[in-house]
């Protein structure tokens, strides 16, 4: 019986990466570290199981993940040359991201973080030292930025290091280069990179319908934008053109999100997409926009298989660049990139369980 056949690959995409780099030292806490209610001997500091030392940084995993996915991904960003800095060189190489690109600080120190993650509840905690390594305009100086986007299918930006994000933003929208951007958190500069974008990942509103449609009316280059809520799945608000149907009426977006919730299936284990029809939301307040929006359910992972969460957005991120890439529909792309941020749960950090394309 012949194994069956691969997709297409789309090793003729390459997706430039940019963002913060970091180091994190992995260990596992079995029982309670701080004291608490409880019998005695469950009291007081346990030892500490020592995972792994592994690079982290979002834009470094949402480009792990494109590359173990067969798309050309290239780092932009900026290390100290300390053990730390060549570690996660040497790390992103065995992966196949390009690091040509990555400015080398002869001095300073790369920045680290120690994570300790519950055994039981798989809850994080983390003990970040900061190097002050910051990627300046000037450091774009020291690189030719068109050779960077030389052949360049899509641009994303983890929201860091925002004055130099900038510079880069501009040149790869001035050569109509799409750009996905993750806007997790309010940053400086933020807005000045939300208008340069095509995708976003970003939420501050009421509800989260009515923080999709805000960012789009606010945002008018957004072709989407979408939201990951964990282990409940994600939503997406795609816009469409007013012209697709000027009679529709409008619809409460929290009355439509509601009622495609309804349509979920809880004995579905699998990732399954439940589109609306194109309509013209309404929110409150807010304003209205004519789109489809879609609910996505997360993987339901077996409990003995869930080992690590960290990393799962980046995951998520880095599957929907590749469906990008590939030319996926929303209805083909939510339910991949779902199920890409739960494999990467399956493993210990952020990288050790990102796919690879065989899988």
């Known amino acids: 019986m012949s194994s069956p056949s691969l997709p297409p690959s789309p090793e003729q995409c390459l997706v430039v990466g940019f963002g913060g780099i970091c180091l994190d030292d992995l260990a596992v806490v079995p029982e ?38 067969g798309v050309r991904a290239r780092l932009i960003s900026k290390i100290a040359d300390d053990i730390p800095g060549k570690r996660m060189l040497e790390e992103l190489t065995a992966d196949g991201v390009d690091t040509s690109f990555l400015v080398v600080a002869k001095d300073g120190q790369t920045p ?28 774009i100086s020291q690189m030719n930025l ?34 996905l951007l993750h806007a997790e958190k309010k940053r400086p500069e933020l807005v000045d990179l939300l208008q340069l974008s095509d995708y976003a990942a970003w939420t501050d509103a009421p509800s989260m319908p009515s923080a999709l449609i805000s ?25 469409s053109s007013d012209a697709e149907n000027s009679l529709m009426g409008e619809e409460d977006a929290d009355s439509l999100l509601h009622s495609l919730e309804r349509k979920k299936d809880d004995r579905v284990a699998t990732p399954m997409c439940i589109p609306s029809e194109v309509v013209k939301l309404k929110a409150n307040g807010i304003g209205t926009l004519t789109g489809r929006l879609f609910v996505c359910t997360a993987e339901r992972i ?50 050790i369980g990102l796919p690879y394309r065989t899988n």
Request: aromatic share 6%; with cysteine; hydrophobic share 45%.
């Open 32 to 69: 309670k570290i701080l004291g608490g209610p409880g019998p005695p001997r469950q009291r007081g500091p346990r030892p500490l199981k020592r995972c792994h030392v592994q690079g982290i940084g979002e834009a470094a995993n949402a480009l792990t993940c494109l590359a173990r996915l």
């Open 146 to 179: 068109k050779s960077a986007l030389e052949g360049v299918r899509f641009v994303y930006f983890d929201a860091r290091h925002t004055d130099t994000a900038i510079v880069i933003a501009q040149e790869a929208a001035g050569q109509n280069m799409p750009i």
């Open 302 to 351: 077996p409990p003995s298989e869930l080992v690590d969460t960290s990393g799962a957005g980046d995951a998520f991120i880095g599957a929907i660049l590749h469906a990008l890439c590939m030319n996926m529909t929303p209805e083909n792309m939510l339910p991949f990139a779902a199920t890409v941020a739960a494999a990467a749960c399956k493993g210990s950090g952020a990288r």
């Open 215 to 239: 960012m789009l009316l606010k945002f008018p280059k957004l072709k989407f934008a979408t939201v990951t809520l964990g282990e409940h799945g994600c939503l997406m608000l795609e816009r």
């Open 112 to 139: 680290s973080s120690f994570v300790m993650v519950d055994q039981s509840t798989r809850a994080r905690s983390s003990i970040f030292t900061p190097a002050f390594l910051v990627m300046e305009p000037a450091d």
